[in-house]
C-alpha cells in the first residue's frame, strides 16, 4: 500500500511537472521544474493524494514566483487566501509563504508564533535550497541544499493554517 501511495506520489509531480512545460517558457520551466521536486520531495504521499493537482501546481507556482527576488538578509514573507479566479488556484486554508536565509529552528519558530496566535497548522512544506540570486537579488538557479554547490542556502516555506 505504501509502495502505491509513492507510485501515485510520483504520478502527481510528474503531472505538475508536465503543466510546467507547456506553460512556462523554456527556460522558466526548467528553474520551475527544480524547484516542484525540491519543494514536494520530503512531502507525504498522503498529503498530494487527497488534493486537486491544479491546486498542487498553483502552490508550488505560487511559492516559486514569490522567491524569485529577495536580497539576502532580507525575509520575504506573504499570508493570503488564494482563491481560482485571482490566484490560479486555491485552497481551504490561509497560506503563510516565507522566503529567507537558512537558519536553525526556522520552523519551529514559524510553528510557535502562529500557534502564540491561535492558528492551527495543517500543513508544513520546508524545502531548503541552494541558490545563486544577481546583485538585485534575481533567482538565476537553484539546487537541493546540500552544501557544495556555488550560492547560498535558503530557505523556502509554505504553510497552510486554519
Known sequence: MALRAEERKTEIIDG????????????????????????????????????????????????FRFG???????????????????????????????????MPFLVDSVGMELNRHGLGVHLVIHPLATVRRDAQGRLLDLGPASGDGEGTRESFM???VD
Open 16 to 63: 505538475i511537472l508536465a503543466q510546467l512545460g507547456g506553460r512556462l517558457p523554456a527556460d522558466d520551466a526548467a528553474l520551475a521544474d527544480r524547484f516542484v521536486r525540491l519543494f514536494y520531495r520530503d512531502v507525504a504521499a498522503a498529503d498530494l493524494v487527497e488534493r486537486d493537482p491544479l491546486d498542487l501546481y498553483g502552490a508550488a507556482l505560487a511559492l
Open 68 to 102: 524569485q527576488e529577495r536580497r539576502p538578509g532580507a525575509p520575504k514573507l506573504r499570508v493570503y487566501n488564494p482563491r481560482l479566479e485571482q490566484h490560479g488556484w486555491q485552497s481551504v486554508h490561509t497560506i503563510v509563504e516565507i522566503v529567507n536565509d537558512d
Open 158 to 160: 509554505h504553510v497552510e
